[in-house]
């Protein structure tokens, strides 16, 4: 039995500014699903984790926790637990008394709060620390201890603000798959804030994609990779980026330096202005040998080699892109060495066409 | 941590400035409890008594005409009260023209004693204490008896090292004199004059202080960063340069708030003065504030006087915080 | 003759000599005038005035003696710990509370909170006394111990409560943030959480507020009106009198009123260092 938990116009206004940090959020959390709110620093997503644990106030609209109006609740009255980026462990308190804590406030008995501690550290590897203080922990022991102590609660509701971005590379990795495959095992709806999209892209059910206080679109992952609402989700979802540039419109075609590259009828009819952003990915990039009227030309300036597979940076000749350099991926071990000059065309179904006034994406199909 | 409304949805706004007073006390009531005790004491015992000095000071009031009800004994025991025809009266400035032109007490002396005596103090307690400090701040055996015994100082209530260090100066049978005289230096008469009697009470207030110094400037040694130290190693940096570009400018902002506190608390350091010199010889090295006791206590009581005293030094004190302050902003310290 | 190159955190035999000889010299100076006071204490009444300067001159305890037992000093010594145990803990507890405030939260009335205790320290206390002495003989407080309590409170609350709000500070908020959704309440928070993590804080908090009141003389003088309501401080001036100190009592009577300052100081002084930082790196 899991609970949804809905924004409804949401919003938070820092006393002394006029811009909201968290412009009236629309967003519903299924019961049970594990949703992402990720995008760029300072763009809301701690804000709204914390307006939905009772840290921050909300300036207007509302939030519920199932049938609930948890708007104006206190924190503890909310039934939530929250894992912080710094873990804030306790550091009097022992691991099992950090973990306990929550449940000794809340008037459980001695016996009951044993076992649920005693659980929690089962299922986390943790059993072996219960008595040692948080200082005497690694990094990735504290971090289980933090998810311990939201564990026990047994809450309606996951906060997680950046619980991993304290592990180095590797501990990420494996921590990422073990919270979420707990997450699936117990079923709690949970809310994980992170800036690393590839953790959004591989833990959440469904990603919220936000920016300057504004949701940009709401998708399970590969929705959001291959449909993207616009040029920011584009640019933002994805890694290496998706290229990004602005061009002339002639014909029903962009032109890319001495290319002709056509767009979609169902695009073209959308377009008002002569001029249009396309989005192509690394991967939607095929290399032609000499000339093709849709084919543009890149001087190779990185090639990087990764055994499995190869990207090439380059620029593009008589044309430019929002970042320096465009990326393509190629076929690795037969990789065009540094400084020569190829050909490239977009492949015909992978390419993303925006309006360059608003950035929404126009109809491809 | 922010605030948290706590009103629950059934919360209705009254009429707008009730409405207003009761969110205001929802959402910190607690954090005015907290401070409430303390504010409560400073205002009862402070602030009321500091305007209360303010008003004091604009008037002529002394012990002999405090009163404001002259009551006699009835023959039944009760009383009998009448409106004291002699009581304070409002004398505007005059105490403050007084004071300032010398007419009575020795303002300009005793201001000129304060400067000496807080610049002095202050200058010794700030260098030595850096110079114990970053001594202190090396690893090394024995660092943290050294420490102990350092702070012990701070330990000693001021007037038992006023005794102390009057006992060490006595010029009949001090240890001072007896060790001068040993490497046949004349015995000095250390209260007989004016500055050598100074010398002594800074002595003794310098020994006194400096363990205050050592400990902040120590703290502030161990929040700068060890890999500063490093990378001015790295560039070529001397000993000398590190320190000049590196512990400096990493202690300023303890250096900031200790020298400012350290000033106003020597300025208006009282035991010291009054017990190793007790402004000897002949109210030569009286300092404002011992100047402004004796004239609240000793004699005819003066207490307008005492008032206007502590106004000017008040006053005195709040200029040179808003200049030390304004300095510092413009050397773009955020304090 | 080849030598060992010396390690980076090593230094020269010079350095370490010169070192060692600054340290043990300030050390010196900074004992010598209580070991003096000392030696003094156990040398004979004639023996201490003597021009003729000596360290050890016919040892004995009879000054402590003649404190102890012909005098009031033990009762004294009594009314100046109760005095200052209870500004220890009055003082502590108000400026741990409002220092916990300052630092945690913004309520309407914090920034003048803030100048008051800045223009504290700058009022000076000497001439705060007239006008306490009538407030307190307004509440019946004079001639009590009450009275004592309170003015040294006001002393030493402003200092207190802006360096604890500094080393309030230096306790990441994020525990504050998991208390409230572990379920405690600003106050509870505050009680659980925050102050047995403020030990170094609070630490030297008790030992300022402690010396505070145990050595102070001038209130003492002015609110204590019976001999055997006196505190140390004020007692021991009746061994000054005008031209003839009697520094045989006053020796011994300042040895004695130095142990317990030494026993605070001594459970306080592993913390100094660490409480007092975070006070003077916040501004």
Sequence with gaps: MSTPVVFDAATRVYPGSTTPAVDSLDLEVRAGEFLVLVGPSGCGKSTSLRMLAGLEDVTSGAIRIGERDVTHLRPKDRDIAMVFQSYALYPHLTVGENMGFALKIAGLSKAEITARVTDAAKVLDLEPYLDRKPKALSGGQRQRVAMGRAIVREPQVFLMDEPLSNLDAKLRVSTRTQIAALQRRLGITTVYVTHDQVEAMTMGDRVAVLKDGILQQVAAPLELYDKPANAFVAGFIGSPAMNLGTFRVEDGAAVIGEARVPLPRTATAALTESEVVLGFRPEALEMVAGYAPDAFAVEVLVAEELGSEAFLYGTLEGASLRDPQLVAKVAPRSVPPKGSRVHFRILPDRMHVFSPATGEALPTA | MTTVISAGPGHEPGPARRGRVRRLLDRHWYAWAMVLPTVLVLGVLVLYPLFQGIYQSFTDLNETNNRDLICTQTLGGGEDCVPNPDRAQFVGLDNYVDLLTGERGHFWLLLVNTVVWTGACVFFHYTIGLGLAVLLNRTFRGRSLYRVLLIVPWAVPAFVSAFAWKFLFNPRFGLINSLLSNVGIDPVDWFNHRWTSMFAAIVTNVWLGVPFMMVAILGGLQSIPADLYEAAEMDGATPWQRFRHVTLPGLRPVSSTVILLGTIWTFNMFPIIFFVTGGEPAGETEILVTGAFRAAFEGLRNYSLAATYGVLILSMLVVYAAMYRRVLRSKGEVW | ?283
Excluded at chain 3, 2 to 7: A, E, L, N, V
Excluded at chain 3, 29 to 34: E, G, H, K, R, S
Excluded at chain 3, 90 to 97: D, F, L, N, P, Y
Excluded at chain 3, 122 to 137: E, G, K, N, T
């Design chain 3, 1 to 283: 003759m080849s030598r060992r190159p010396r390690g980076r955190d090593e230094r020269s035999l010079g350095a370490s000599v010169a070192l060692h000889a600054t340290l043990l010299t300030a050390t010196a100076i900074a004992l010598f005038p209580v070991l003096w006071v000392f030696l003094a204490s156990i040398k004979p009444q004639n023996a201490i005035q003597s021009s003729k300067v000596t360290l050890i001159d016919h040892p004995t305890l009879e000054n402590y003696r003649h404190v102890l037992f012909d005098t009031s000093f033990p009762t004294w010594f009594l009314n100046s710990v109760v005095v200052a145990v209870f500004t220890m803990v009055i003082g502590m507890a108000m400026s741990a509370t409002a220092g916990y405030a300052l630092s945690r939260f913004n309520f309407p009335g914090k920034r003048g909170l803030m100048w008051v205790f800045l223009i504290t320290q700058m009022f000076p206390v000497a001439i705060l006394i007239v006008p306490i002495y009538s407030i307190m003989a307004s509440l019946n407080l004079i001639d009590t111990k009450a009275s004592l309590v309170i003015a040294y409170c006001t002393v030493a609350v402003p200092f207190c409560t802006w360096m604890l709000r500094g080393y309030f500070d230096t306790i990441p908020r994020d525990l504050d943030e998991a208390a409230a959704l572990d379920g405690l309440g600003p106050f509870k928070t505050f009680w659980y959480v925050i102050l047995p993590l403020a030990r170094p804080g609070l630490a030297v908090t008790a030992f300022y507020t402690f010396l505070t009141a145990w050595g102070e003389v001038a209130y003492a003088i002015a609110f204590i009106l019976s001999d055997k309501k006196l505190t140390l401080g004020a007692g021991l001036q009746q061994f000054v009198p005008q031209f003839n100190p009697q520094w045989d009592l006053l020796t011994a009577g300042a040895v004695l009123i130095m142990l317990p300052a030494s026993l605070v100081f001594y459970f306080a002084q592993r913390h100094l260092v660490a409480g007092l930082t975070a006070g003077g790196t916040k501004g």
